[in-house]
Nanobody, 115 residues
């Protein structure tokens, strides 16, 4: 079993920054990828950013140039630095981890941006 614990969400003004963290624990064998999804009210969950075991990254077009994903393999952690936040970024952000053939999710952390 793998557990993911997120932190770093909160309320920020438009143009501000937040850094999300996600720490994994449990029986982790082989982390293939980690990343972040988000789900805004009334919308489907969407991929925000992902990083492979080799360090390759992928971003949603809406966050390119503003968000940066990074990981610490030794700690089983993934981070999301979010800059230039705007109200369209309001959502619950979920981290995920692919361990072997299984995908695990965090509980979600709320990000709110005031205009």
């Amino acid at each position: 079993q793998v557990q993911l614990v997120e932190s770093g969400g909160g309320l920020v003004q438009t143009g501000g920054s937040l850094r999300l963290s996600c720490a994994a624990s449990g029986r982790i064998f082989s982390i293939n990828a980690m990343g972040w999804y988000r789900q805004a009210p009334g919308k489907q969950r969407e991929l925000v950013a992902a990083v492979t075991a080799g360090g390759s990254t992928n971003y949603a077009d809406s966050v390119k140039g503003r968000f940066t994903i990074s990981r610490d393999n030794a700690k089983g952690a993934v981070y999301l630095q979010m800059n230039s936040l705007n109200p369209e970024d309001i959502a619950v952000y979920y981290c995920y981890l692919i361990n072997g053939a299984d995908k695990y999710w965090g509980q979600g952390t709320q990000v709110t941006v005031s205009s």
